[in-house]
T-cell receptor, first 114, second 115 residues
Framework: GDSVTQMEGPVTLSEEAFLTINCTYT??????LFWYVQYPGEGLQLLLK?????DKGSNKGFEATYRKETTSFHLEKGSVQVSDSAVYFC?????????????FGKGTKLTVNP | DAEITQSPRHKITETGRQVTLACHQT?????MFWYRQDLGHGLRLIHY???????NKGEVSDGYSVSRSNTEDLPLTLESAASSQTSVYFC??????????????FGPGTRLLVL
């Protein structure tokens, strides 16, 4: 079945550092791809999404590009802030049998120090 | 503003008791989902529904049940709570139609402790 693999965490960075969180996927068909963010004590929030190959999703300074050739959707931010400390989840839409479920990676915890 | 709410936010119960967690959304979304979140496992799907009277099992459905009698609510019932069901539970909904049909919107979570 479809699956998502994220880089293992935790990731610790200093403020203003460059962030990359790797995400690769296995899927039949052409799934949509998502990044969700979970701040401490809260539910998941949609951060960005891309629905087809070469699309770039962006929000709050974060970007990710849907790369079909490498089956990847890596999350990047040029300069992280302390307020970006959270757990980040990569996900894809399950295309099998008309399902509208999302398949999530295990999450990557990011800590940004001042 | 439309939203998705969960209640209670925190619950302590004893082994063997029946527990029901509420989920209510005001977006009029067709699809609703229940997940549990545990360290090392990420999010795991328990049950989901694509509309009124429709329910489906997810990957970890044993010991849980849901019912969908209206569009707004999908309560999750633990028939006989077990310590292995101590977890944080998240409800989510998605439109099921239109451009953002797959995008899921999450509630704030319920932290459940089974003693």
């Amino acid at each position: 079945g479809d699956s998502v693999t994220q880089m293992e965490g935790p990731v610790t960075l200093s403020e203003e550092a460059f962030l990359t969180i790797n995400c690769t996927y296995t899927a039949t068909g052409y799934p949509s791809l998502f990044w969700y963010v979970q701040y401490p004590g809260e539910g998941l929030q949609l951060l960005l999404k891309a629905t087809k190959a070469d699309d770039k999703g962006s929000n709050k300074g974060f970007e990710a590009t849907y790369r079909k050739e490498t089956t990847s959707f890596h999350l990047e931010k040029g300069s992280v802030q302390v307020s970006d400390s959270a757990v980040y989840f990569c996900a894809l839409s399950d295309q099998q049998g008309g399902s509208e479920k999302l398949v999530f990676g295990k999450g990557t915890k990011l800590t940004v120090n001042p | 503003d439309a939203e998705i709410t969960q209640s209670p936010r925190h619950k302590i119960t004893e082994t063997g008791r029946q527990v029901t967690l509420a989920c209510h959304q005001t977006w009029n979304h067709n699809n609703m989902f229940w997940y549990r979140q545990d360290l090392g496992h990420g999010l795991r799907l328990i049950h989901y529904s694509y509309g009124v009277q429709d329910t489906n099992k997810g990957e970890v459905s044993d010991g849980y049940s849901v019912s969908r009698s209206n569009t707004e609510d999908l309560p999750l019932t633990l028939e006989s709570a077990a310590s292995s069901q101590t977890s944080v539970y998240f409800c989510a909904s998605s439109p099921g139609l239109g451009l953002n049909q797959e995008t899921q919107y999450f509630g704030p979570g319920t932290r459940l402790l089974v003693l």
